[in-house]
């Protein structure tokens, strides 16, 4: 499923990631341990896209993915998740999720007041965009559920897509 190939990174003259080569197949259950510096973040965050490898390759279901951004490898299956949720406990799943685009009109006071087309367009755009999310997840019967009444691995999908800005 996931293959990294003489993966490598450097920072100045650093190397975080150095020859690393591993295979991940579908289905399995895999760790990574190693001391603290060893390179553990900088591999999770070059698998996830979040920074593109000085060298070497990174294939998912055989296609190289290498240099992809988060949202494109997210459109391809693959997105990671971070150990601790930060969802809104007192909002429900489907605000939590409305929250999550940047820079939204509605949120400065002059943008409530005197763009207020712009900010209904933007939450209808935000309501679609968190319910496809909700319906991914196989969530819509939570969708108006509180996110503090999540179990540990639905608060874990949420923060995934709450921390996701593609």
């Known amino acids: 499923m996931i293959s990294v190939q003489n993966v490598v990174k450097h920072f100045g003259g650093v190397a975080a990631v150095d020859g690393v080569d591993m295979k991940i197949e579908r289905g399995s259950i895999t760790g990574l ?50 150990q601790i949720a930060h969802e809104f406990h007192t909002l429900s799943v489907l605000d939590n999720l409305m929250l999550v685009p940047p820079k939204q009109t509605g949120e400065s006071l002059l943008g409530a007041w005197f763009r207020r087309k712009e900010v209904v367009r933007q939450e209808t755009e935000n309501r679609k965009k968190a319910e496809d999310v909700i319906s991914f997840l196989n969530m819509k019967h939570m969708a108006a559920e509180l996110a503090g009444n999540l179990s540990g691995g639905q608060k874990k999908a949420l923060g995934t897509w709450a921390d996701y800005d593609g």
């Open 33 to 82: 341990i190693g001391p603290n510096g060893a390179g553990k973040t900088t591999l999770f965050n070059l698998i996830a896209g979040n920074i593109a490898p000085s060298k070497g390759s990174i294939i998912l279901d055989g296609e190289d993915v290498t240099g992809l951004k988060p949202h494109e490898l997210f459109s391809k299956g693959l997105l990671r998740t971070f």
